[in-house]
């Protein structure tokens, strides 16, 4: 064989490990959000900051972390959401007659 053709070879095997893994990223979790969808989830921002998804987790995943860690789990089920509360909202308070807007 060629330098050239062994050179177009080696490149070839490393754009498609690349593009193999970047799709295996992007996909890494369908699984996690068709589960989560049976309780409001539309999409990866239901437990994430990054609508990506990876790290950087909203109150709901970071409860989820601290379940897995709590229940001694190798993973988080997303059915633990279940039990999942919402944080109460902070009432505003009542306006009083010649309060400003």
């Not at 890494?28 to 239901?46: M, S």
């Not at 990506?52 to 995943?61: A, D």
């Amino acid at each position: 064989m060629s330098r050239k053709v062994i050179k177009i070879s080696i490149a070839l095997i490393l754009f498609a490990g690349l593009l193999g893994s970047s799709i295996n990223r992007t996909q890494a979790y369908p699984a996690f959000l068709r589960q989560a969808a049976k309780y409001g989830a539309k999409n990866c921002l239901f437990c994430h900051k990054n609508a990506e998804g990876g790290e950087g987790w909203n109150e709901r995943g970071q409860w989820l972390i601290a379940e897995k860690e709590r229940r001694k789990a190798e993973s988080i089920d997303p059915a633990w959401l279940s039990e999942y509360k919402e944080p109460e909202k902070a009432e505003k308070p009542e306006k009083k007659e010649g309060d400003k807007p």
